[in-house]
């Protein structure tokens, strides 16, 4: 009797777990593949097919290399096949490249249909040429010929000036938020402060996934490059300094179908957790200011 209840709970497990594998969408990408070779400037094609996926439905693809974002080959009817699509002429050779496609507007937005298919290659013989020809020219670059050098006690009297005249004027500045970035106004919305220098922020799309691209940027340098958000949340890990407030702000790469980008942010530091959605577009950031106790 026992064997029979353990048998009988098995199957049940077994049926209920198909039942549910079967209602996940996915997204299979039969070309490129591993054997793929994309010549520039020939026009390129791209195959798929899908599960519970309706045909009315769009899947948006990407070019990637590197995890980074190369170039958006656009969103498309799913109807499993696409050509004639044009790659930008300044990408370059290699064989670390490859395509993701993502589900767009899904039904159930916690089970997001997206592929990543293996590396392959893309070859651009103009480019390679170009290459060729600035590494020729570096090479034959005469450096010009170096001055005589001035009295060693002059040099070291002028290198302590500028020094002190660069620590006054970093002194001064240490403080100021920056108010631009890349030609773009940033806007503070909130003010932060953590026990821990170092803290976990996690991003996500805010509202409808519409194909949004994004940077994160701490203190001006760059902490996600060129992200596609979805709804799950991306992690990433940052050190704070801790004698100054420092600046954390989002910079869209797009505006998606839906202008302007907007993301969902949380930061903790483990004890304290802080939620805020920013929103950019292509001339203005929104940022958040964060501080250590």
Not at 111 to 128: E, L, M
Not at 264 to 288: F, P, R, W, Y
Request: hydrophobic share 35%; glycine share 4%; net charge positive.
């Amino acid at each position: 009797m026992r064997q029979f209840h353990f048998i009988f709970l098995f199957v049940l497990s077994l049926t209920f777990t198909v039942a549910h594998t079967q209602e996940t969408s996915t997204i299979n990408i039969i070309s490129p593949n591993e054997n793929t070779t994309w010549n520039i400037p020939d026009k390129i094609s791209l195959e798929w097919n899908t599960v519970k996926i309706d045909t009315s439905k769009s899947i948006r693809f990407f070019l990637v290399r590197n995890e980074m974002v190369v170039q958006e080959l656009g969103s498309f009817k799913n109807d499993g096949f696409e050509d004639g699509i044009a790659l930008a002429k300044n990408i370059g050779s290699g064989d670390r490249y490859q395509v993701v496609a993502i589900e767009l507007f899904p039904d159930d937005k916690f089970n997001i249909a997206k592929r990543v298919t293996p590396f392959f290659t893309i070859t651009n013989a103009a480019s390679d040429e170009r290459k060729k020809k600035q590494q020729l020219a570096n090479v034959n670059t005469v450096s010009p010929k170096k001055k005589r050098k001035k009295s060693k006690a002059k040099t070291k009297v002028k290198e302590s000036i500028a020094q002190d005249q660069t620590a006054i004027v970093q002194t001064e500045k240490k403080d100021e938020p920056r108010n631009s970035f890349d030609g773009r106004k940033i806007s503070y919305t909130k003010e932060f402060e953590f026990d821990s220098e170092h803290i976990i922020v996690k991003i996500w799309d805010h509202g409808r996934q519409d194909g949004d691209i994004v940077s994160i940027y701490l203190n001006g340098v760059q902490v996600v490059k060129k992200y596609y958000l979805t709804y799950w949340k991306k992690e990433f890990k940052i050190k704070l300094d801790p004698n100054k407030s420092n600046d954390l702000f989002l910079y869209a790469h797009n505006l998606g179908d839906s202008p302007p980008n907007t993301v969902a942010v949380e930061i903790t530091d483990g004890k304290k957790s802080e939620n805020i959605v920013l929103n950019s577009d292509l001339q203005s950031c929104e940022a958040v200011l964060i501080s250590v106790k």
